[in-house]
């Protein structure tokens, strides 16, 4: 069988320049987040990305997943003008045959 996700990644961002820290996510190849804005600039400060994947493994069964995350701005000028993201956790919850996410 296959089973419906709702993911989150917790991130926070170095930030240079004007902006803040943009992303692509990608999820087995597939993009599925496109320019997100990473806007926190501490841990305890973190953004949370989310987005569904569809389609996955079952719980507690053995499926890998690759989980790519790409810098859309980038941005170096010195060792202190550097964009940068740092992941501090990534989660999930699944989905209820009803339709619904479980807690």
Known sequence: MA???KLAIRCWQDRA??????VNVFLNGAQVLTEAPVSGQAADDASLLTFDA???GDVETDTI???KVVIVNDLYVDG????NVYITGIGYID???DGSYKK
């Open 80 to 83: 202190d003008t550097d964009r």
């Open 54 to 56: 569809t389609g996955l």
């Open 95 to 97: 989905k209820d045959a």
């Open 3 to 5: 089973t419906d996700y």
């Open 65 to 67: 997943v690759t989980l």
């Open 17 to 22: 320049g004007s902006e803040d820290t943009k």
